[in-house]
């Protein structure tokens, strides 16, 4: 067994890895060399403290050196930057940014855990006092000693992705006027549009200007070189005191490169099952590792805390023993909130899972979180993706309030053991009416996808396309009045059947209510009475008039 691990890097995967070693071989010599002061810190946790739902630093700090020392034996040293690899000599030269002072270290087994650095671009005044990243403790206290000391009335957040979306909570938290930028046709990139679509509306909700559409060309800065304003690449101008920004990440790869390791063509360190390089002496874990996607496998990247921590768990055993068992494939299970919104999702998008030329269909269903009957219910919505003639699922997205959690991992769990529809069917869940329904959200979300792929329900995804002659909205009157499709008529579920005199059989026909089911109904009424060509709109109105706002956003 080897007797000197070191791990470059680390909180997650870093940190995973060194305590997993240590459980395994007691006797190895382990040290951890972090560039940054803090080790261990929950880093998913900084928007919350900017935003003071976390009050105090140190409740972010998972572990300390001197804890680590007294408790699993291991040399932490902190502000120790790594700058090069000796393959051949089995050593790293990392500098000590507190004494100067260069020192080499041997080892038998390496780790690499130095995760991703901030997309930062290339235009003037990027670095002015008051433009800020948020990836590190340190990136967080600057940002909060700076609003606590200037008191400053607009932010502008460029990238609407997880943390650009934290992030202005945060800031609406703290009183600003808060304008989010974002490059993509909507918010949260990897959700599809009509999806997103609720994000931005709760967005607007909750007072946040949301841009998207047009990204960051320039930063103007005025007195004293401080930021006054962002400009658009449509040239619009955004004014703000704050900017914040949060464009993505890349893989830190350059110790790697260096050192002559594989990159893969995700752009991450290539790695295998144990998270072994080509160099089979040092692993590569977390946000700098490249992964093997669990439906599509391609290799990715996936920058998330639950894969770095597990890919650190096992490489540490593998380091520390010459065994472990093989990484699992990762499928991008995530989940953000978004004020009063949870917004969760996993594996592919219905627009990835076409990219990927995988022949797709999507089931959209707005259940209650739990019983209707019990107090408190909630309406969350479910876009679940599957193979057409396998039924096989490939990713789901669901938002909504209590029970998002819940729903996205049970598919999660579905997914990652190459379930179908039918399976995610009659999976035995928990009821009772507290905690959900007999029939659970998810339960409903594979009824319509059967339904679909046996043909029972014929539906579409959008009006425009399905061009029918005949829209009938068998909605109540009273939400007719309240909007409707441009040309439908309003004929109620209940009077349907009555009134069948009224409609063309030999038209197409197009039902719809508010979120689907009234109008299912209503398109099986119409096929069995001999009504040629019926379809039903997904997601009914809801998600109808949620595509068309974000049409909307993007001119």
């Not at 290799?299 to 096992?314: D, E, K, M, S, T």
Request: charged share 20%.
């Amino acid at each position: 067994m080897p007797e000197r691990i070191v791990i470059v890097g680390g909180v997650a995967g870093g940190m995973s890895a060194a305590t997993r070693a240590r459980r395994m071989n007691e006797s190895a010599s382990i040290t951890v060399l972090e560039k940054g002061g803090f080790v261990s810190f929950a880093n998913c946790g900084l928007p919350y403290y900017l935003g003071g739902q976390i009050e105090s630093q140190e409740k972010l700090l998972v572990a300390m050196p001197r804890r680590l020392k007294d408790r699993f034996n291991i040399d932490v040293r902190v502000r120790h930057e790594v700058m090069r690899i000796d393959r051949t000599g089995k050593t790293v030269e990392a500098l000590d940014h507190a004494s100067g002072r260069t020192h080499v270290i041997p080892y038998d087994k390496l780790i690499l855990a130095v995760g991703a650095v901030p997309i930062v671009p290339r235009i003037e005044h990027v670095r002015a006092a008051n433009v800020f990243l948020l990836r590190s403790m340190e990136d967080t206290q600057a940002v909060r000693d700076w609003l606590e000391a200037r008191e400053p009335k607009r932010a502008a957040i460029v990238g609407a992705g997880f943390i650009g979306l934290e992030m202005a909570e945060a800031m609406r938290r703290r009183g600003l006027d808060v304008t989010v930028i974002e490059k993509a046709p909507h918010a949260l990139p990897p959700l599809d549009a009509e999806m997103a679509a609720f994000v931005g509306a709760e967005l607007n909700r909750n007072g946040v200007k949301l841009i998207v559409g047009s990204g960051l060309a320039a930063l103007r800065a005025g007195e004293h070189k401080q930021v006054n304003a962002v400009v658009l690449e449509d040239a619009r101008l955004i004014d703000a005191e704050v900017v914040l920004l949060s464009i993505g990440v890349r893989p830190n790869v350059k110790l790697a490169e260096d050192a002559n390791l594989t990159i893969g063509p995700s752009g991450a360190i290539a790695a295998d099952v144990y998270q072994r390089t080509n160099d089979p002496e040092i692993y590569a874990v977390g946000d700098v590792a490249e992964v093997i996607h669990g439906v599509t496998h391609q290799p990715v990247r996936i920058p998330l805390a639950g894969p770095a921590n597990r890919q650190g768990r096992l490489a540490g055993e593998h380091a520390a023993t010459g065994s472990a068992p093989r990484a699992g494939p990762p499928i991008g299970t995530a989940i953000v909130k978004v004020f009063d919104l949870a917004v969760g999702l996993t594996g592919l998008s219905e627009r990835d899972a076409r990219r990927n030329q995988i022949d797709v269909d999507a089931a959209y269903v707005m259940p209650s979180n739990h019983a209707g009957y019990y107090p408190g219910a909630q309406q969350m919505r479910i876009k679940l993706v599957y193979e057409k003639v396998s039924g096989r699922i490939v990713g789901a997205q669901a938002i909504g309030g209590e029970g998002v959690d819940k729903r996205i991992d049970v598919i999660a769990t579905a997914i990652h053991f190459r379930g179908t529809i039918d399976d995610l069917s009659a999976l035995d869940l928990a009821y009772a009416p507290q905690f959900g329904a007999a029939k659970d959200p998810v339960h409903i979300a594979a009824f319509v996808a059967q339904n679909q792929q046996r043909g029972l329900m014929d539906a579409t995804s959008s009006a425009a396309e399905n061009e029918a002659e005949q829209l009938i909205d068998v909605r109540s009157p009273q939400e007719f009045a309240a909007g409707s499709l441009k040309g439908a008529i309003n004929i109620p579920i209940e009077n349907l059947r009555d009134r069948l005199n009224e409609l063309d059989p030999a038209l197409s026909t197009l039902t719809f209510c508010q979120i689907g089911q009234r109008g299912y109904v209503a398109q099986r009424i119409l096929a069995q009475h001999g009504f040629g060509h019926v379809r039903n709109l997904k997601g009914g109105y809801a998600l109808a008039s949620a595509a068309t706002a974000v049409a909307a956003q993007r001119n």
